[in-house]
């Protein structure tokens, strides 16, 4: 858990605000969005995102999208 992880109660207003779909993932979008935290706050580049996180491959994907 890093300092920049969202609380269950801030991911549900989030979760509830965007209005996600429910289909099926291989990561929950909790861990990809405290991924795309850690980057904004923490300011790395994309490759040296903690093996925590998903790839970073996909964290960009979700952050471009």
Do not use: E
């Not at 992880?5 to 991911?11: A, E, F, I, R, S």
């Amino acid at each position: 858990m890093y300092s920049t992880d969202l609380t269950q109660t801030q991911w549900q207003f989030i979760k509830k605000a965007l209005d996600f779909d429910d289909r099926k993932r291989k990561y929950d979008l909790i861990v990809i969005w405290n991924a795309i935290s850690y980057l904004v706050k923490i300011g790395c580049q994309w490759r040296l995102l903690p093996h925590d996180f998903p790839k970073w491959q996909l964290v960009y994907c979700y952050y471009s999208k």
